[in-house]
């Protein structure tokens, strides 16, 4: 079992910034790829980065691309998401998730309670 914790969620205005950050206690954590995804009102939830267990290769929607930065951490058992350039469209809720390099939900056995991020407008 993995338990993921995230942090980082706040309200900010259109065009800045936030880190978003995942702890995931216990040795096994570097095993795992570690995924991004978010799920706004009415919507189903969305894929929007991944990282491979050594941090070689990442890969993004195409939403963020250019804007979000996904990295990790191995040491500390945390993975980050930056996100700049900040939209309203980016407001969600969203999750931290532990399994196989992926970009569809299956791809995860793991997953956090979410963090909210609003962006206004």
């Known amino acids: 079992q993995v338990q993921l914790v995230e942090s980082g969620g706040g309200l900010v205005q259109a065009g800045g910034s936030l880190r978003l950050s995942c702890v995931a206690p216990g040795r096994t954590f570097s095993s795992y790829a570690m995924g991004w995804f978010r799920q706004a009102p009415g919507k189903e939830r969305e894929f929007v980065a991944t990282?491979?267990?050594?941090?070689?290769?990442?890969h993004y929607a195409d939403s963020v691309k250019g804007r979000f930065t996904i990295s990790r951490d191995n040491a500390k058992n945390t993975v980050a998401l930056q996100m700049n350039s900040l939209k309203p469209e980016d407001t969600a809720v969203y999750y931290c998730?532990?399994?196989?390099?992926?970009?569809?939900?299956?791809?995860?056995?793991?997953w956090g309670q979410g963090t909210q991020v609003t962006v206004s407008s």
């Open positions: 998730a532990a399994g196989r390099y992926g970009s569809t939900i299956q791809h995860y056995n793991y």
């Open positions: 990282i491979t267990w050594s941090g070689v290769s990442t």
